[in-house]
């Protein structure tokens, strides 16, 4: 996700431009965010799953991002959120495949994606922006009315 000049990330500001812009997108079918709760803790957000870029038509397709709090990796809980999304979008919205991207090194998201049951497409060069340059990614999909 980029930044514009002179503004971050990390501010309540730019935090809530980012819910409103995803609420918006909401309202208009094309994205389902969540985040992740810990409620033994304050209720604090410890990661997110999100479907975006929701196509309907003859494609019936999502994109599917995550993330979990680094300090609570290894705990099964990016696997559980990966599924959750993926039974939400064959369910609740029918639709027909899900894809994912990975940095190739990302072994983690690669094994939750395998253990989800997605399937490797192939590698995509400088297909997303990650920390400042254009980096290839493996492309996974899930048919999920196969
Ligand atoms: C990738 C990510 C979502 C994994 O979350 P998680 O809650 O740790 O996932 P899980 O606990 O379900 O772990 C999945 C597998 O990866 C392994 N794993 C998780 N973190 C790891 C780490 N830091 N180093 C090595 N292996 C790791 C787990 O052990 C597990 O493998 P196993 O089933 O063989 O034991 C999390 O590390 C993350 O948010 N990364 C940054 C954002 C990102 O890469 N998002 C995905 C974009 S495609």
Do not use: C
């Not at 994205?31 to 309907?56: C, F, K, M, Q, S």
């Not at 609740?92 to 090194?105: D, I, K, M, N, S």
């Amino acid at each position: 996700m980029g930044t514009g000049a002179g503004r971050s990330l990390f501010t309540p500001r730019h935090q809530l431009d980012i819910i409103r812009a995803k609420l918006a997108q909401h309202s208009v079918g094309q994205e389902v965010p969540w985040v992740l709760v810990n409620r033994d803790d304050h209720a604090y957000i410890v990661g997110a799953v999100t479907l975006t870029g929701i196509v309907r038509g003859p494609f019936l397709n999502a994109n599917l991002g995550y993330w979990v709090d680094a300090s609570l990796n290894r705990r099964g809980i990016g696997a559980a959120a990966v599924r959750f999304a993926t039974d939400h979008a064959r369910t609740e919205l029918g639709l027909h495949r899900v894809q994912a991207a990975t940095l190739l090194h990302n072994e983690p998201s690669r094994k939750i994606l395998k253990r989800a049951g997605f399937r490797e497409i192939g590698v995509a060069p400088q297909y997303l922006k990650i920390a400042g340059r254009w980096q290839d990614h493996l492309l996974h999909q899930l048919v999920l009315h196969g």
